[in-house]
């Protein structure tokens, strides 16, 4: 189990790792190879919850991860790389910044909520967690802002669209 989490982290169901897998669910953007965004993105820097997590505790863990991964010195991390770590039985280090908040808001809410207090039983009512309220405060938000655009969106001129130095005073 390379990342050697799943006491810590059981959410994260790495019990089921595949380091292919895992490569490939953590490139981000897609491009075939890790940059530091993208392994800060997967312990959870990008994330609001690690707002208090200072620069220098980020850029030592570029630096450690980095040289544990990084084997042609590039500043990027390969899948060969990857699949080379995993098979040496390399095991991710826990940084002791939390559980890396690195998906979308209904999986984070999924993984790190749901699955430990809910399950498909769960009545509305049940939904009382400071969690449930705050992530259905959110779906509200979201859902009063997607109306709000759909509203300008059947106008056929949106005024304060205009900028000021078309108008007139």
């Known amino acids: 189990m390379p990342t050697g989490q799943q006491g810590i982290w059981p959410e994260h169901h790495i019990a089921n790792f595949d380091p292919g897998a895992f490569f490939t669910i953590h490139d981000y953007d897609g491009s075939g190879d890790w940059d530091m965004s993208e392994l800060l993105k997967t312990y959870g820097m990008e994330d609001q919850t690690a707002k208090d997590v200072t620069q220098q505790k980020k850029d030592d863990m570029k630096r450690v ?57 769960t009545k509305e009512e049940d939904l009382v967690h400071p969690e449930d309220i705050e992530h259905f405060k959110k779906h509200d938000e979201l859902e009063d802002e997607a109306f709000r655009v759909s509203q300008l969106d059947q106008m056929p001129i949106v005024e304060e669209n205009i900028p000021g130095k078309f108008r007139r005073e």
């Open 65 to 121: 991860l980095l040289d544990m991964l990084d084997k042609d010195h590039d500043g990027r991390i390969s899948k060969d790389e990857w699949m080379g770590f995993c098979a040496n039985k390399g095991v991710l280090p826990d940084f002791g910044t939390g559980p890396g908040h690195h998906g979308d808001m209904e999986y984070e809410y999924e993984i790190h909520h749901w699955e430990k207090f809910h399950d498909e039983n």
